[in-house]
């Protein structure tokens, strides 16, 4: 568990403090990957039997967690939102404080506490949300929290320099960043301002950290009736915009540290092919990975330098339907690079999440039943292969 202290300051004239950073480092050390990494994944099936079979994609979050007996899922069926939570032998249900339309995918804090967005019940005959709300799970209870002062919200982002969420501007689309301080949110600003209002409809589609003053925003929007992609880096208490290839979206960022990541986005500008790069050197070197132009990809994660897995679905005909077997995994070792089916995985992958206690990467995917609803679907392999 992760330490960390803040210290409270208010301006002369009588404003609200800004975010002032501080962290501690000195984590449990999670259990090492091994190389190769296992993929070796067996289907849960007390998830199956737990599941209703319309929780699935878009409807099923990222899965996040603090270890073996702690582990947490969003999930919805177009007009509630739940979480689900594993508690070492069993799924349940949890209690929120509001009825919820849609509920983000969980993040976890520096304290172990998860947090996630929802979106209150709204014309859920036309399948809108209403207002969001943020929700904090503490001391085994999902609570309200105080929202920074916009309607619209992003990503939540547990970092060990903070926890952060995005918000924008639902007139201009220019976006900023909170971090959470002493029981409120407390501005966490992106410079140039100008960066932040001409990138109109921007949307920050994740929140990525590694270690202190090593976090970053990452996303897309338009910006002169282009689309581009956004990457921002905490530097302090403020954030600023990072140069990146000709993208149209950034939508998941993993790695060791800030120095080695693997960055996964698209340039629709072009086409919707996915597109993997291996960033080194400090965000300034971007190596564009040979991987294959079929695969949708949905999912990074780096454990430590020069290795990752990516796992997506193999679609070549978009006029088609996606076969119930399209799952694959790619996994990036130094230079070499395989890609592989995921023998006994259903549907579309949506998550790849791993455990830091045991080391075991977890697996969703979104599968159609035999009456062509969608079923959230969640396989585990272990952090070595027998």
Not at 12 to 23: E, L, N
Not at 177 to 199: F, I, K, M, T, Y
Not at 254 to 263: N, R
Request: glycine share 12%.
């Amino acid at each position: 568990m992760i330490a960390v202290a803040f210290a409270a300051a208010f301006g002369c004239d009588g404003s609200a403090p800004a975010f002032s950073p501080s962290c501690n480092d000195a984590a449990t050390t999670p259990v090492p990957s091994t190389s190769p990494i296992c993929t070796r994944f067996a289907r849960d099936t007390l998830f199956d039997a737990f599941i209703a079979p319309d929780f699935g994609r878009p409807m099923i979050g990222g899965m996040n967690g603090t270890g073996a007996a702690d582990i947490y899922v969003s999930v919805g069926n177009g007009f509630q939102g739940q979480v689900a939570r594993w508690d070492g032998s069993a799924w349940a249900f949890e209690k929120l404080p509001a009825d919820a339309f849609s509920v983000s995918p969980i993040t976890i804090d520096t304290a172990g506490e998860p947090w996630a967005v929802i979106a209150e019940p709204g014309n859920t005959l036309s399948g809108v949300g209403g207002p969001s709300a943020l929700v904090h799970r503490r001391a085994g209870a999902w609570m309200l929290e105080p929202k920074p002062p916009s309607r619209d919200f992003g990503p939540l982002g547990g970092t060990t320099s903070g926890l952060f969420v995005g918000t924008a501007d639902a007139a201009t689309g220019a976006f900023n960043l909170w971090g959470w301080q002493d029981h409120s949110w407390r501005e966490s600003p992106v410079v140039p301002a100008a960066e932040s209002a001409n990138r109109r409809s921007f949307g920050a589609y994740g929140i990525w950290g590694a270690g202190c003053d090593q976090a970053l925003a990452f996303g897309g929007g338009v910006m002169t009736d282009t689309l581009v992609a956004g990457l921002f880096r905490l530097n302090g208490a403020s954030w600023v915009s990072v140069s990146v290839p000709p993208l149209s979206e950034i939508v998941g960022v993993s790695g060791p540290s800030i120095d080695e990541l693997y960055v996964m986005a698209l340039n629709r500008n072009q086409d919707f092919t996915s597109r993997i790069f291996h960033v080194t050197n400090g965000l300034q070197t971007w190596t564009l990975l040979p991987t294959s132009p079929t695969v949708d990809y949905t999912a990074v994660w780096s454990p430590e330098p020069s290795l990752a897995v990516a796992v997506g679905c193999e679609w070549p005909d978009k006029t088609v339907a996606r076969a119930a077997d399209c799952a694959r995994i790619t996994t990036f070792v130094g230079d070499t690079i395989s890609s592989a089916p995921l023998p006994g995985v259903e549907g579309d992958p949506v998550g790849l999440w791993h455990e830091p206690q045991t080391g075991a990467l977890h697996l969703l995917t979104a599968a159609a039943d035999v009456n062509g609803l969608l079923r959230g679907q969640h396989y585990v392999a272990p952090a070595q292969c027998p």
